[in-house]
């Protein structure tokens, strides 16, 4: 688990998160308001938006995130979490404990 959030806010765009995936060299960043987890943004959902609209990298995050992406607790086997994203065909997971995210699980994560 990556307990280095990488963030942006609903209201950025999908340039600035995209900005961030690269700049960090990540598949994924969180999207949040505060502490409150708003949903995911992914390299997929990146491909979907510039699939579908030629101005995408303006559009504001919150039009193409996956809104109340799936969580897992801290304590979760990590054979459930694999296949929690196996199941739902996704490669990153937040952890959330007490209701705040403290972490991140990937596919990567858990095939090393």
């Known amino acids: 688990m990556k307990t280095h959030l990488h963030v942006v806010e609903a209201s950025d765009t999908v340039g600035e998160a995209v900005a961030v995936m690269a700049q960090n060299r990540i ?22 938006a510039i699939s579908q609209a030629h101005d995408a990298a303006r559009h504001e995050i919150q039009s193409w995130m996956t809104h109340n992406p799936k969580t897992v607790e801290p304590d979760v086997d990590t054979d459930d979490a694999l296949h929690t994203m196996l199941d739902n065909n996704f490669r990153h997971l937040p952890v959330v404990e007490g ?7 990937s596919m990567r994560d858990l095939a090393g």
Not at 99 to 105: L, N, P, R, Y
Request: charged share 30%; proline share 0%.
């Open 27 to 48: 598949g994924s960043v969180l999207v949040m308001e505060g502490d409150r987890l708003l949903g995911i943004f992914t390299e997929r959902d990146t491909v979907r």
């Open 99 to 105: 209701g705040k995210v403290i972490g991140m699980v």
